[in-house]
């Protein structure tokens, strides 16, 4: 029972570099969405999917894209790596948009810019 | 943004209840209250949500005010295994079920 899977689980990059941070759900949810954690913080929403073909940005976008073209894998890129993107990131999958159905996370990318 | 406040930390004793508070005062009619925890090092975990009506699961208790405002998870008997963050989050349905999250309540439980 897989659940969300992110890959890889740790990474170092340096300022500068780009990087595409994975996640996949293997419960055919249409919602998927992106958080990262600084120390000591909740998570914030960066970026969101209510379904395949279909991005929409949260709280934080700035500096990292998405893309949506399976219901499987919602992939998160950093374009050009700053130290201020050094966070945990988590991925989220849901249902259905609305239906106020509770969101499974995957167990985060630890993800450190140097 | 559907905003929560909840207290930054709480402590309990080992095998007594854990009433966690929050107060949601801007909530709309159709939004979702869910009820998260976070261990350290994992990613949140869910543990109870509801709409209007208080909720019991296997996990806790969630009970509502009237108004729907404020909010209380109910942990009945704390363990070690439960000391983590609780974020307590609206759900508007409106919005394509985004989640916002604070920083929640870091429970200590005492053996």
Redesign the interface.
């Given at each position: 029972n897989a659940g969300v899977t992110q890959t890889p689980k740790f990474q170092v990059l340096k300022t500068g570099q780009s990087m595409t941070l994975q996640c996949a759900q293997d419960m055919n949810h249409e919602y998927m969405s992106w958080y990262r954690q600084d120390p000591g913080m909740g998570l914030r929403l960066i970026h969101y999917s209510v379904g395949a073909g279909i991005t929409d940005q949260g709280e934080v976008p700035n500096g990292y894209n998405v893309s949506r073209s399976t219901t499987e894998d919602f992939p998160l890129r950093l374009l050009s790596a700053a130290p201020s993107q050094t966070s945990v990131y988590f991925c989220a999958s849901s249902p259905s948009p609305g239906s106020g159905q509770p969101q499974h996370f995957g167990d985060g990318t630890r993800l450190s810019i140097l | 943004?559907a905003k929560t406040t909840q207290p930054n930390s709480m402590e309990s004793n080992e095998e007594e209840p854990v009433h966690l508070p929050c107060n949601h005062s801007t909530i709309s009619g159709t939004d979702?209250i869910?009820w998260?925890r976070q261990l350290p090092s994992?990613?949140?975990?869910?543990v109870i949500?509801g709409?209007t009506s208080n909720v019991n699961n296997r996990m806790a208790s969630l009970a509502i005010a009237e108004d729907r405002k404020s909010s209380t998870l109910i942990l009945h008997r704390a363990t070690l295994r439960d000391a983590a963050v609780y974020?307590c989050i609206l759900?508007p349905?409106?919005?394509?079920?985004?989640?916002?999250?604070?920083?929640?309540t870091s429970l200590t439980v005492i053996p």
């Open positions: - | 943004d979702y869910h998260y994992q990613g949140p975990e869910y949500h709409l974020y759900s349905s409106n919005t394509g079920n985004q989640f916002y999250f604070g920083t929640g």
